[in-house]
């Protein structure tokens, strides 16, 4: 069974003044949960596995009471493969 609740539906946040639009996180989202329009936008399927986050080049993303270090374990073109 899958929880879920408004905190998940806007877990991770967008920095509009450091994305330059580049799609990265939208290709890489695991659940198809970020599409891109002009920037990002989020849909309600956001599991919180943070990949956005710690793979925009920008740091555009966020969460709202981040704490977490950034983990990029693979480079983005072996997820993207
Ligand atoms: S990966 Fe970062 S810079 Fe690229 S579109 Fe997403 S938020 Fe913007
Ligand atoms: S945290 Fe994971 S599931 Fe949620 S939008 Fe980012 S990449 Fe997708």
């Known amino acids: 069974m899958v929880f879920r609740t408004s905190s998940f539906k ?5 920095n509009k003044d450091k994305c330059i639009q580049c799609g990265l996180c ?5 659940v198809g949960n970020i599409v891109m329009r002009e920037y990002p936008a989020f849909l309600n399927k956001c599991e919180v596995c943070v990949r956005c986050v710690s793979y925009c080049p920008k740091g555009a993303l966020y969460r709202r009471h981040q704490s977490e270090h950034v983990y990029r ?3 983005a073109k072996e997820l993207l493969d």
């Open 10 to 14: 806007k877990a991770v946040k967008l």
């Open 26 to 30: 939208s290709k890489l989202c695991p």
């Open 73 to 75: 374990g693979v480079d």
